[in-house]
């Protein structure tokens, strides 16, 4: 038996508490528990070693891991089109910017362009997809504060947006659209009319969110000047996204390294300065709005031409071809049973995810499969800016902030 | 095999691991920062080194983008560690020492993140045997039976905990 378990065995018998009291120091009046792995508010299989004075939490620490699958080891053994598969599953919430990260680092080290098409349908998609995760959030931080409506209608917006991706990619999650060399089909017919009805809906439902929280005076309570951070912190924490953000650090990618279309969309990017809960919340109610925009000029500026680049060698050719061509035979074999060569090389790429910079770095050595694989996920290391928030809060705006984090275990753990 | 020429990125840099920690500070104070570190076993790449640990950094303000590869030296490979010059490489360093095995001198909680303390071996390097390594866990005390009649504290002659945790008790003179 290890030391780690003994001292479980020990702790369990002595105190009586049950398992979640880790430490009780009488004399100094503190106490050290458990919050999690499945505490309802730790949004999933976070685990919180918090040390408590009363109410007053005066140390935390995350732990992790709870929900570790190995995906980066799993795409070893995939396919260089496979592993789009493993990677769609990391940040669930987010699952075409997993794809669209990755497919940039393969797009890279092959060296190829794909089709402007492709880049207006990637961004487009993108883009509702960060409508669709920051709409969880909203729900779950209005849960968290108390307002269970909140959740309803969050999920309810969430699910029209989520039938559109139904309509495009045939699932709902985990979609496996966005792929090296473009997007796996074209946009089906009758697309412009599911956009217009997200764009003409949308905006009038954050009207409404925002009439709903903006002058609650609970949520206010709970959410100003609480679960601050300060600018300098959070950049030391390597914080990004709308946390980053929210402190007044001017930062995205989309604008600062553009990547697919972005160059070609005009947007703000939304920033202010207290670095609290509610700063997070107008930051991010603000950027679902210039999502909002971006769907809406990519979906206008929509050019025609094909949705992934055409080459023999990367894209199995059509059908109809293959009656034809043996030509098309023997490509299709060599794609489905081996698959692409990718040359050697190393990248990383990035992109600005819902949660922040998600970045991917991939390393070839010439073979069919992903050497390496490594994403850099956003909630990974935003969770490390919470201590920071916490410490010397009390424990019911411990809630508040992990809600503001917007934490993704999914993608924390891989 | 690669060479190294032909190695793609922006920007990348070598340098072994007795020389990072001069370097860090000097990068640090110029302004770049850590966005991601993991470890890389290069066995298969065709090296004379094994495992290193890959750093990307970012400079704000000169809207740069920087890879280095600090090359791990000794047994266990071992890399300086960076965690108080940027706070944010505490989790990453963690995740490259428990999956791949890259150790961290001075890294103040140097603990496994995404796997059991107990686990053994490190699942990303090449040489972890991926199918063959029994995956068990340590039973846990609320995992284990306590009836009537039943003697469950492990260690004992006639009780064995099987992979799942459960307690098998052996009848007396079976």
Redesign the interface.
């Known amino acids: 038996?290890?030391v780690?378990?003994d001292r479980?065995?020990e702790g369990?018998e002595s105190t009586g508490h049950g398992?979640f009291v880790e430490d009780f120091d009488e004399s100094a009046g503190s106490m050290t528990i458990n919050m999690g792995p499945v505490h309802p508010a730790t949004h999933g299989v976070l685990r919180l070693l918090l040390t408590l004075n009363g109410e007053t939490v005066t140390a935390c620490r995350p732990i992790?891991?709870y929900l570790?699958t190995?995906i980066?080891?799993e795409c070893e053994?995939q396919n260089w089109r496979g592993a789009v598969t493993a990677v769609t599953r990391m940040d669930y919430l987010a699952q075409f910017f997993n794809e669209q990260v990755y497919s940039l680092a393969v797009e890279r080290?092959l060296g190829i362009e794909i089709p402007e098409r492709a880049r207006y349908i990637r961004t487009m998609i993108a883009e509702a997809d960060r409508l669709t995760s920051h709409l969880v959030w909203f729900g779950t931080q209005a849960l968290d504060m108390g307002a269970m409506s909140g959740m309803f209608y969050g999920f309810r917006e969430r699910e029209m947006i989520t039938d559109f991706f139904e309509m495009v990619t045939g699932l709902r999650m985990n979609n496996g659209y966005i792929i090296p060399g473009g997007v796996w089909e074209d946009l089906p017919e009758g697309w412009e009319e599911a956009v217009a009805t997200i764009l003409d809906v949308m905006p009038r439902r954050l009207d409404e969110y925002e009439d709903l929280l903006d002058e609650n005076p609970i949520f206010l309570e709970r959410t100003k000047g609480v679960g601050a951070i300060s600018a300098d912190d959070a950049?030391?924490?390597?914080a990004t996204g709308p946390i980053l953000r929210a402190t007044g650090?001017d930062?995205d990618i989309r604008r600062?390294?553009p990547y697919d279309a972005y160059a070609d969309m005009s947007f703000e990017v939304p920033t202010e300065s207290a670095g609290d809960v509610y700063a997070r919340y107008r930051v991010r109610m603000a950027e679902m709005r210039e999502s909002l925009k971006i769907v809406a000029q990519s979906a206008d500026k929509m050019p025609a031409g094909d949705h992934r680049n055409m080459d023999p060698k990367l894209t199995p050719p059509p059908r109809s071809e293959m009656n034809r061509s043996m030509e098309a035979v023997i490509h299709h074999f060599k794609l489905m049973t081996q698959g692409y060569i990718v040359?050697?090389?190393?990248?990383?790429t990035?992109v600005e995810g819902p949660r922040g910079?998600l970045?991917c770095?991939a390393?070839s050595?010439?073979g069919t499969s992903p050497?390496?694989l490594?994403i850099?996920d956003s909630s990974?290391?935003n969770?490390?800016s919470l201590p920071v928030m916490v410490e010397g809060g009390l424990i019911a705006d411990l809630i508040a902030s992990i809600a503001s984090i917007d934490p993704v275990l999914g993608g924390i753990?891989? | 095999m690669v060479e190294r020429a032909d190695w793609m990125p922006e920007r990348a840099d070598w340098m072994p691991g007795s020389e990072w920690r001069a370097r860090a500070e000097k990068l640090e104070q110029e302004g770049w920062l850590v966005m991601d570190l993991c470890g890389l076993d290069a066995r298969d790449l065709g090296f004379d080194h094994r495992f290193e640990a890959v750093v990307q950094l970012l400079h704000r303000e000169k809207r740069e983008r920087w890879t280095v590869h600090v090359v791990a030296e000794g047994d266990p490979p071992t890399v300086p560690s960076v965690t108080d010059l940027w706070p944010t490489a505490d989790f990453m360093e963690r995740e490259a020492y428990d999956l791949m095995g890259v150790h961290f001198e001075g890294h103040p909680n140097l603990t496994r993140i995404m796997l059991p303390e107990e686990w053994e071996g490190h699942p990303l390097r090449k040489d972890y045997g991926v199918g063959k390594v029994a995956i068990e866990f340590i039973p846990q005390p609320f995992m284990q039976i306590d009836g009537p009649g039943q003697s469950t504290s492990r260690g004992e002659a006639g009780v064995t905990v099987d992979h799942l945790g459960q307690v098998k008790v052996e009848e007396a003179g079976a």
């Open positions: 038996m290890s780690a378990s479980i065995v369990f398992a992790i891991g570790h190995g980066e080891k053994d080290l950049v030391a924490l390597g650090v930062w600062d390294e040359p050697a090389g190393e990248v990383y990035k910079e970045g770095y390393v050595n010439g050497y390496r490594h850099r990974f290391v969770i490390q753990d891989r």
